[in-house]
């Protein structure tokens, strides 16, 4: 258990952040079930619109440090590319 102030406040800062970034990782997954299921019903508009949805958080999560910009780039490919077989 921390012992001086500043670690305390370290602890409290910890926990919160860690809730935020739960919260953040959360939302991208659900952007890109959002794509794939989109993806798996064939509608090709559709998922080109919840792409365009998926990408911005995607970017501003990778740009938040929260998901590695690798990581992101990796994701969105994959997802343009389920879409590009769609035609």
């Known amino acids: ?3 001086t ?10 926990e919160v952040r860690r ?11 659900n952007q890109i079930k959002k794509v794939r299921a989109a993806v798996s019903t064939k509608d090709k508009p559709a998922a080109q619109k919840a792409f365009r949805e998926a990408a911005s958080v995607i970017d501003r999560l990778a740009g938040k ?5 690798n990581a ?8 343009n590319q389920k879409i590009r077989a769609l035609a």
């Open 19 to 29: 809730a935020r970034n739960a919260a953040h990782r959360t939302e991208l997954r």
């Open 65 to 69: 440090g929260i998901v590695h910009k």
């Open 5 to 14: 102030v500043q670690a305390k406040k370290r602890a409290r800062q910890s």
């Open 1 to 3: 258990m921390a012992n």
């Open 72 to 79: 992101a780039a990796r994701y969105k490919s994959g997802l």
